[in-house]
């Protein structure tokens, strides 16, 4: 049994120095992976959290690896800690598109005027495809009456302007944006 097969064994009794040379053994493997996911999604500033990601995802491999499995030790932990670090970043990046997407929901309740088009922070951080299927899922979601109410105000339209071109009450375009503004916050 090798130094490093040894260490595994060691880190399933609690031996935190056994662990210890384990992270240093693997720190390469673990910094090499943490580049390639950080080259491939540089809106997320994750790399520390990425690190300790990845301690955490070779500590449990450790506690899980099968020796009688045909796989080494190396290839196992790296297997883990790709898999972890993955549903880590995938993690982050539907909060950060959920916090996009209800940043700009609350733009369009906050009667602030539309930006250009190619400012918009939705469109600066999901896809033409993702935008036009939220596009659709809101359009879903919504009355037609809501969506014309909605529309109009993401344009930067007041609601007592909706109300003179719906020919509706005030009140009723004011009650219709709360309604829309909860249905909304269920997409997200």
Same mark, same amino acid.
Do not use: W
């Given at each position: 049994?090798?130094?490093?097969?040894?260490?595994?064994?060691?880190?399933?009794?609690?031996?935190?120095? /056994?662990? @210890?040379?384990?992270?240093?053994? %693997?720190?390469?493997?673990?910094?090499?992976?943490?580049?390639?996911?950080?080259?491939?999604?540089?809106?997320?500033?994750?790399?520390?959290?990425?690190?300790?990601?990845?301690?955490?995802?070779? %500590?449990?491999?450790? +506690?899980?690896?099968?020796?009688?499995?045909?796989?080494?030790?190396?290839? %196992?932990?790296?297997?883990?800690?790709? @898999?972890?670090?993955?549903?880590?970043?995938?993690?982050?990046?539907?909060?950060?598109?959920?916090?996009?997407?209800?940043?700009?929901?609350?733009?369009?309740?906050?009667?602030?005027?539309? /930006?250009?088009? @190619?400012?918009?922070?939705?469109?600066?951080?999901?896809?033409?495809?993702?935008?036009?299927?939220?596009?659709? =899922?809101?359009?879903?979601?919504?009355?037609?009456?809501?969506? @014309?109410?909605?529309?109009?105000?993401?344009?930067?339209?007041?609601?007592?302007?909706?109300?003179?071109? +719906?020919?509706?009450?005030?009140?009723?375009?004011?009650?219709?944006?709360?309604?829309?503004?909860?249905?909304? =916050?269920?997409?997200?």
């Amino acid at each position: 049994m090798d130094i490093l097969q040894e260490d595994v064994m060691r880190t399933r009794y609690g031996d935190n120095e /056994a662990f @210890n040379r384990l992270l240093d053994a %693997y720190t390469p493997m673990i910094s090499s992976l943490v580049s390639e996911i950080c080259r491939s999604c540089p809106t997320l500033d994750i790399k520390d959290d990425l690190r300790q990601e990845a301690a955490i995802a070779l %500590y449990f491999s450790a +506690l899980s690896f099968k020796a009688d499995k045909g796989v080494s030790f190396g290839l %196992y932990a790296k297997v883990c800690i790709k @898999n972890r670090l993955t549903s880590y970043v995938q993690k982050s990046l539907a909060r950060s598109l959920s916090r996009v997407i209800s940043d700009c929901i609350d733009d369009c309740f906050d009667n602030e005027p539309a /930006a250009d088009d @190619n400012e918009q922070p939705l469109n600066l951080i999901i896809s033409k495809e993702s935008c036009d299927m939220l596009k659709k =899922r809101i359009r879903a979601e919504l009355t037609d009456y809501e969506y @014309n109410v909605f529309m109009l105000h993401a344009e930067g339209d007041s609601p007592s302007a909706i109300s003179k071109k +719906l020919d509706k009450n005030v009140k009723s375009v004011y009650n219709t944006l709360q309604r829309v503004r909860q249905k909304l =916050r269920k997409l997200v």
